[in-house]
């Protein structure tokens, strides 16, 4: 099977800007869940959707947000974006609830 | 306080040794744990999942869980260079919210 893919692998924008990054799952893995990698915060979670339903949500404010379409596939939007936000975007996919999470390549985004 | 502690290393080892490295946490309510391999500019790489206290072997590496201590490990059998990344400790209650440690960075010298 194909693990999960990511795109952009890489992105630049600016302050203010919004961005938009997109993750297509394992075939069969229904829970898609995203991480921001920071090297002063670590690996912190962001949010969980399973068929198209947003199940779980990290402390982080209503600028991150994300939408799962019918083919599993996900995207995050982050608007007015700001230095703070440089950091890898990791997504992972999961058969279902309570099981493994396996971890895409990352979108490498940098605030300028 | 952090909900999970991971020395940060670097943690330095010839090659061949056993590497060992460990968690603490503070949620009891934690109940699946998982031992990721991260290399630099990569996304990090599932390497041991677990649910019960215990051991858990796979190939070179060892897992174990004491859920009584809040004491998770992971040991790594005749390490070789190829093993230098940072291992990341992951953990959640139900449901997909992983929390995870800080990684620690391992280096196997040859």
């Known amino acids: 099977k194909a693990g999960v893919t990511q795109t952009p692998r890489y992105l630049i924008k600016t302050r203010g800007q919004q961005v938009t990054l997109s993750c297509s799952p394992i075939?069969?893995?229904?829970?898609v869940s995203w991480y921001q990698q920071t090297p002063g915060q670590g690996l912190q979670f962001l949010f969980e959707y399973f068929s198209e339903t947003q199940r779980n949500k990290g402390n982080f404010p209503g600028r991150f947000s994300g939408r799962q379409f019918s083919n599993s596939r996900s995207e995050m939007n982050v608007s007015t974006l700001e230095l703070g936000d440089s950091a890898l975007y990791l997504c992972?996919?999961?058969?279902?609830?309570?099981?493994?999470?396996?971890f895409g390549p990352g979108t490498r985004l940098t605030v300028l | 306080q952090k909900e999970v502690e991971q020395d940060p290393g670097p943690l330095s080892v010839p090659e061949g040794a056993i590497v060992s490295l460990n968690c603490t946490y503070s949620n009891s309510a934690f109940q699946y744990f998982m031992w990721y391999r991260q290399y630099s500019r990569k996304g990090p790489e599932l390497l041991m999942y677990t649910y019960s206290s215990g051991n858990k072997e796979d190939g070179r590496f060892t897992a174990q869980v004491d859920k009584s201590s809040k004491y998770i490990s992971l040991f790594i059998r005749d390490s070789q260079p190829s093993d230098s990344a940072t291992y990341l400790c992951a953990m959640n209650a139900a449901g997909n919210k992983l929390t995870f440690g800080g990684g620690t960075r391992v280096l196997v010298k040859p």
């Open positions: 075939s069969g893995h229904r829970s």
């Open positions: 992972a996919s999961s058969p279902g609830r309570d099981s493994p999470q396996f």
